[in-house]
T-cell receptor, first 109, second 111 residues
């Protein structure tokens, strides 16, 4: 199929690490992105990785890319209650972004 | 000004009404986009403007009509919508072919 797949839901305790996974479809995608969406709001670009990289770290966020398996992950260190939101991965390269199905992250105290 | 703004925030309209959604960015981005997002679903691309010209139309019904009057402004004109068109309409802009920056969206309800 052509869907970019993500698990629907993830629940973590405050202070723990969260890992959100994504399986994408197009091996020719130039960039892969992670967006965050809070309730009733637009999408916030968190980070992105170029397809010839396998890892990118940006403060509490670590992105891992496995091109062979078309697998992308986002690790959030020291997860906070403010991280509770829906996280979308997206693949793209020339104006078109294809979004994943979204993972709802719930952080509990 | 480093953000994408959208107006109105909420819109309720009847099926015979004509209304417009507005999107603005003053970051000098060359591309602007309209997306539609239904509840608990990812955004779906509707239109792309590149250098003020329509470059992608994802087979959107003609009751949705985009317009790009200048490089900072993007409109979406709505006419004779259906209740199933109720959704969050997101605008985005991009400086290149890569990352896209989204506005807060317009929540549209069609009665």
């Amino acid at each position: 199929g052509e869907d970019v797949e993500q698990s629907l839901f993830l629940s973590v305790r405050e202070g723990d690490s969260s890992v959100i996974n994504c399986t994408y479809t197009d091996s020719s995608s130039t960039y892969l992105y992670w967006y965050k969406q809070e309730p009733g709001a637009g999408l916030q670009l968190l980070t992105y990785i170029f397809s010839n990289m396998d890892m990118k770290q940006d403060q509490r966020l670590t992105v891992l890319l496995n091109k062979k398996d078309k697998h992308l992950s986002l690790r959030i260190a020291d997860t906070q209650t403010g991280d509770s939101a829906i996280y979308f991965c997206a693949e793209g390269g020339t104006d078109k972004l294809i979004f994943g199905t979204g993972t709802r992250l719930q952080v509990f105290p | 000004d480093t953000e994408v703004t959208q107006t109105p925030k909420h819109l309720v309209m009847g099926m015979t009404n004509k209304k417009s959604l507005k999107c603005e960015q003053h970051m000098g981005h060359r591309a602007m986009y309209w997306y539609k997002q239904k509840a608990k679903k990812p955004p779906e691309l509707m239109f792309v403007y590149s250098y003020e010209k329509l470059s992608i139309n994802e087979s959107v019904p003609s009751r949705f009509s985009p317009e790009c009057p200048n490089s900072s402004l993007l409109n979406l004109h709505l006419h004779a919508l259906q209740p199933e068109d109720s959704a969050l309409y997101l605008c985005a802009s991009s400086p290149s072919q890569n990352e896209q920056f989204f506005g807060p969206g317009t929540r549209l309800t069609v009665l």
